[in-house]
């Protein structure tokens, strides 16, 4: 198995640009986690042993859904709390010490080979300026051939699969566009609460047009907050406007001058992304992304 990548993996767990949302709140529920563990036996271990965290649902979250605030009983369930960027670290590490898998990295796919019965491959472009000691301007390469007995098209919001389908003769798939225009802007902060606000890990709100989600993430003691906005709403990344948006959340728990944001330390500046149009063809969704500011510590 050949896996193209346009990015670079990095040697650690960190934010890449062809994963925008990678910045935002991700959470790792039991059915998922047993599902990678079927593949990937130990790797629960390794990620907590890098920092996750496990909590306990519904005993150790504070939820409020409308108004409506939910029983922290006895737990049924654990939810694995880290970053994206870890989570995908410790898979991708897994995953690429398989003998029989590779990566090409820092390459475009640009193209499909084949018939309109049959796609034998695709069309593969280094990037421009990506390749080790290449300038910035210098010109793409020019496409190379991999054969293939089964493509599949994992690229996302950037796919051109219908336009290549296409020109092989083929049929482009319908599709049908979902808008629904929600934003996410999120920051990072190390919690200096020590409990005092509330014994819950995890705290979850979700109002009539926005919600909040406060999340244990590593290194131990730095907490994600992320807030979802309609559609329409600027996201919040100048200065102050992520606060403000707290003082405009349906509780006042989530205000900027609650104990947890007053005695709690920034420690990343916000990253926002706002979500254009679902595309229903089975493959992918687009979104929209706006670049983070500069980390504020």
């Known amino acids: 198995m ?3 990548e346009r990015d670079r993996y ?9 994963v925008p949302q990678s910045r935002h709140t991700h959470l790792l529920l039991e059915s998922g986690l047993l599902a990678i563990e079927r593949f990937l036996p130990g790797l629960e271990v390794e990620l907590l042993a890098a920092g996750a965290l496990q909590v306990r649902s519904p005993t150790d979250y504070l939820q409020n859904m409308r108004g409506r605030w939910f029983g922290r009983g006895p737990a049924i369930s654990t939810t694995l709390c880290l970053t994206r960027p870890l989570l995908e670290h410790g898979v991708r590490t897994r995953v690429l010490a398989h003998p029989g ?3 090409v990295q820092g390459t475009d796919v640009v193209g499909l080979t084949g018939t309109a019965e049959r796609v034998t491959g695709v069309l593969l472009r280094e990037r421009g300026g990506e390749r080790a000691g290449a300038e910035p301007t210098e010109l793409p390469t020019v496409p190379t051939e991999l054969a293939a007995d089964l493509v599949v098209d994992a ?8 336009e290549w389908l296409e020109r092989l003769g083929g049929v482009r798939p319908a599709e049908d566009r979902v808008v629904s225009g929600i934003g996410y802007a999120t920051r990072v902060y190390r919690d200096g609460s020590d409990g005092a606000l509330t014994d819950a890990r995890l705290v979850y709100l979700v109002g009539e047009t926005m919600g909040a989600v406060i999340v244990p993430v590593e290194p131990a003691g730095t907490h994600m907050i992320t807030f979802a906005t309609p559609r329409g709403e600027a996201l919040p990344t100048a200065p102050g406007a992520f606060e403000a948006l ?3 959340q349906p509780h006042p728990w989530y205000g900027s001058g609650s104990t947890r944001q007053s005695r709690s330390r920034r420690c990343t500046g916000i990253s926002g992304r706002r979500t254009c149009a679902g595309r229903t063809t089975g493959r992918s969704r687009r979104a929209c992304s706006s670049r ?4 504020a510590r």
């Open 101 to 103: 898998i590779t990566a």
């Open 246 to 248: 707290a003082d405009r």
């Open 10 to 18: 990095p040697d650690r767990p960190e934010p890449r640009k062809g």
């Open 292 to 295: 983070a500011t500069p980390c």
């Open 2 to 4: 050949t896996i193209v």
């Open 155 to 162: 690229s996302g919001r950037s796919s051109h699969t219908s």
